[in-house]
């Protein structure tokens, strides 16, 4: 019997069925080992020596392939066919060999880029062993960012608290989105008009044009800056005599795009289809893992992490028989279409995101499919036969009609138009645009000559406001980071997903706003490593990188040059006192947060006493502005401060999101007291109308009428259980997303997991959660501290109930939302542990014993801890409710920290 392992147990599953009874098809469920979360797992002092520590929950995974293997000749490593794929089959195979089970086994490694049983048995016929190369350039990437991470988000945190971390590519991505936010801050609106004509010909038909000349000199766009100078231009026209003074008419050609690759996939789903990228790429995994058709799972499409453009020869000669046998001969090009990849290094070129079988059409799946991978799959299905479909055939035209004004000055009004000849690949698929891209001018002329008069019907001076740059969407700024060769296929989503989690961007109907938090972070990082933020050094370093996974240069001569420049810029900056840092920040956040005063006056003086000076200031919950007389004047304000528009979600009538096409009645989404949430109807009588909360780490600005559906639709029957032949649903409840059989809850990983969670993956999680008697996981640890500065026990970090905490001893006390759990240092939770113990159960440990304080440390064997920032003077910023401090006594963090 042959072990073979895969990542997940779906793919496990379809494998297994195509390999047959001689093979144990087993999953890994992704990594199964990773770098500690603490200091020293990356050591430069020794050649970058590395410690692994395997996942708690891959440790089962691991014993289960140890056990198969005890009986079994070979191992057959078939992760995924790219860098981090590579990765988890060296991982395994590392665990394997310390635990003594290779000896005369053969191991072989295979990579198919589809899950399908032609693809499978392909690559089971052509074994080869672990690509190093790629395995170094996952180690040199890994190390990169666990060094950064534990070197960079100390110093973060000391110089700026309330800042979570750094990381080495999210880091220059959030860059992106605080300097277009810039920008349109400072965007200046310019005012312009242009001239516009309704006319008809001879024969009367109508056109529309614009003026585009006067006496020979072509007007630029901004030329007419004021309503006067665009009214005496009207009026010197009104009466004037047109002429068509030449008409010209030039052929062209468009071309269809290149199938998708992983970023023009999550671009054009964000498009056209509305899906963030992380949904997109859920959807593209199951679609790839396969899916049930017809009783037999089936890979519909190739693997969906890539950069390369090319298709299999045999998938160009189905396309392009599709096309001819649904759209006729005319529609196939008469040699095949050949795309090459645009980047410099296509590290994960595999072929394009295709279908597996371009015979099986949309319409074919679609009953198998769940609505929102049925879209997807139709998308990449149009996208890869227009690919190879002929071009379109486009006759572009261009009119000028000329007149001279009553200023005696010749007038020229251009009319511009297009028709399309023949279709080509738009009958099938036209590419998606977003506001970055200029719309085609797509209006047919009429016929016209040249010297035949023309017909003023109407002439109206039209205003214009110049427009400041759009903000990124998700999808844009995958484009922007692509274009700049930031990331890599397989990042694009991970980055997006960490800049929300950490805080420090939001999105605002559907566009990336960076928070408050995230702009110091960035002007942080520009003042005082801006090397490390630079657009140009980190594509470079990414190159650097492509050229370890191809052999080309050394992956430890990478990290020594990278380490010995870095931790130089990290210990010039140690000496720095907090007050420098800040003065720095203030000066490149000036216009953001000291905007101009409506008298004209210095906006760093404070409103509050006169003759103090605004400047940040830093506290236990993150920055605010403070006066700098403080504390004889305690203004203070947060930085965010300042009007903010209401969301209409939040007034009595909620936000109205149209009507469900079942009921008729109408879905609205309100903002309540324990946050927002969908209505179907409104209440009649003492009924209640169906409500359904909006899962957390929802935005507000995401919930559309198809979301509200979904969620009132809720729960979702999965399927019936195969033993109990009972149903098993899935739902959201108090601690988040869940599956229910009977009475045994399974909690899910993430939102997205109730709609689309499979009944094999539901029965898995429900056995697991019986075999562990029901009961609730305990609290784990996330995060060892060491020894507490004052003995009596180990300071801890776990995981709760109700979210993560600190442990001493019989003292538990909770995280403030804005530090990182796997971030905490020993001095942080040495003081909220003995904030904890002076505030006891709402002050009844005080009342009891005077000093809870004293309680705990007698507790644990030890004399009473002093604690300096319970002693510290503390500036409260504007609005905190009574009783809650916020601590300015230094802080000191570990010297090292992880960079989640």
Wanted: net charge positive.
């Amino acid at each position: 019997m042959t072990v073979v392992v895969v990542e997940s147990p779906a793919k496990a599953k379809t494998i297994n069925k195509y390999l047959g009874s001689d093979y144990t098809v087993l999953a890994s469920f992704g990594h199964v080992r990773d770098l500690p979360a603490k200091d020293g797992s990356v050591r430069p002092d020794e050649d970058f020596a590395m410690s692994w520590e395997v996942d708690a929950k891959a440790k089962k995974r691991l014993d289960d392939i140890a056990r198969a293997l005890k009986s079994s000749p070979k191992l057959i490593l078939a992760t995924d066919p790219d860098r981090e794929g590579e990765a988890i089959s060296w991982h395994v195979l590392e665990v394997l060999k310390k635990k003594g089970l290779l000896k005369d086994k053969r191991v072989e490694r295979v990579a198919f880029n589809a899950v399908t049983k032609s693809a499978v048995s392909e690559a089971i016929r052509n074994p080869r062993e672990i690509d190093d190369d790629l395995v170094e350039a996952y180690l040199a990437r890994r190390a990169l960012d666990y060094l950064v991470g534990f070197t960079l988000s100390p110093v973060l945190w000391r110089k700026l608290p309330g800042a979570r971390s750094a990381g080495r590519v999210q880091s220059v991505a959030l860059r992106l989105v605080c300097a277009r936010e810039i920008e349109i801050e400072r965007f200046k609106r310019q005012e312009y008009w242009s001239i516009e004509a309704a006319m008809r010909t001879k024969a009367g038909e109508p056109f529309d044009a614009r003026l585009a000349e006067i006496d020979g000199r072509r007007l630029d766009r901004l030329e007419i800056g004021d309503g006067t100078t665009a009214n005496r231009i009207v009026a010197a026209l009104r009466n004037g005599r047109f002429t068509i003074r030449s008409v010209e008419s030039k052929p062209a050609r468009r071309n269809p795009q290149p199938p998708f690759i992983t970023s023009t996939l999550q671009q054009e789903a964000s498009r056209k289809l509305g899906f963030s990228s992380k949904h997109t790429m859920q959807l593209a995994q199951r679609l790839y893992e396969g899916v049930d058709i017809g009783g037999e799972t089936v890979g519909l499409i190739t693997y969906m992490r890539t950069d390369g453009v090319q298709m299999a020869e045999e998938a160009i000669t189905a396309a392009r028989s599709v096309i001819g046998k649904t759209y006729g001969q005319a529609y196939v090009p008469q040699s095949p279409r050949r795309y090459t990849t645009k980047a410099r290094n296509a590290q994960e070129a595999h072929e394009a995101i295709r279908p597996t079988d371009l015979a099986r059409t949309p319409q074919q799946v679609e009953r198998a499919l769940e609505p929102d991978m049925a879209r997807l799959y139709e998308l990449i299905w149009k996208r890869t036969i227009a690919s190879q479909m002929e071009s379109a055939e486009i006759e572009r035209t261009t009119v000028d009609i000329s007149t001279t004004g009553s200023d005696g000055r010749e007038h020229v009004l251009r009319a511009t138009g297009s028709v399309v000849r023949f279709d080509g690949f738009l009958r099938l698929y036209q590419e998606g645009r977003d506001d970055e891209d200029e719309s085609e001018d797509g209006r047919r002329l009429p016929p016209m000559r040249e010297g035949e008069p023309a017909e003023l019907v109407k002439l109206s001076p039209v205003q214009h406001f110049t427009e400041p740059p759009p903000r990124y969407t998700e999808a844009s700024l995958i484009r922007k980071m692509e274009e700049l060769g930031i990331g890599r296929p397989s990042t694009y989503t991970a980055i997006l997903t960490t800049l929300r989690d950490r805080g420090y961007v939001r999105l605002d109907k559907k566009r990336l706003l960076p928070e408050d938090k995230g702009r110091l972070v960035t002007a942080f990082l520009e003042g005082f490593f801006r090397r490390y933020v630079e657009y140009d050094f980190t594509a470079n370093l990414e190159e650097q990188l492509d050229r370890i996974s191809n052999g080309d240069i050394d992956w430890k001569a990478v990290l020594r040059d990278f380490w010995t420049d870095f931790i130089g810029a990290v210990e010039s900056i140690q000496e720095l006192r907090v007050s420098d840092v800040l003065e720095e920040l203030n000066e490149i956040l000036g216009p953001h947060i000291f905007p101009p005063t409506e008298d004209g006056g210095d906006p760093r003086q404070c409103p509050n006493c006169g003759n103090g000076r605004l400047s940040l200031k830093t506290g236990k919950f993150g920055a605010f502005i403070g006066c700098s007389n403080y504390p004889e004047c305690r203004y203070t304000r947060q930085l965010g401060d300042g009007e903010q528009e209401k969301s209409p979600a939040a007034s009595p009538e909620g936000l109205p999101l149209g009507v469900d096409p079942e009921t008729g009645l109408n879905v609205t989404l309100f903002e309540g007291r324990f946050g927002p949430y969908v209505q179907l109807g409104s209440a009649e009588g003492e009924e209640k109308p169906k409500r359904a909360s909006i899962p957390k780490g929802t935005a507000i600005e995401d919930v559309d009428l198809e979301m509200a559906l979904r969620l009132l639709s809720l729960p979702r029957e999965i399927g019936l259980h195969p033993e109990t032949k009972q149903p098993i649903t899935a739902n959201f409840g108090r601690f988040g997303p869940f599956v229910k059989h009977g009475n045994t809850y399974a909690n899910l990983e993430g939102p997205e997991d109730v709609f689309t969670i499979g009944l094999n993956r539901a029965v898995a999680l429900l056995a697991e959660k019986e075999a562990r008697g029901g009961r609730r996981p305990g609290p784990q640890v996330l995060k060892e501290l060491g020894e507490h500065p004052q003995g009596g026990g180990s300071v801890q970090v776990l995981s709760g109930r109700y979210g993560p905490y600190v442990k001493y001893g019989k003292v538990n006390a909770t995280l403030p939302k804005a530090l990182d759990p796997e971030a905490v240092t020993m001095e942080q939770a040495v003081e909220l542990i003995a904030q904890k113990a002076g505030d006891g159960a709402g002050g009844k440990a005080r009342a009891k014993s005077g000093n809870g304080k004293a309680k705990v440390a007698k507790a644990n064997g030890k004399a009473e801890p002093k604690s300096a920032a319970g002693s510290a003077k503390r500036q409260k910023p504007a609005g905190r409710a009574a009783g809650t401090r916020s601590s300015t006594a230094k802080v000191s963090p570990s010297k090292k920290a992880e960079a989640s």
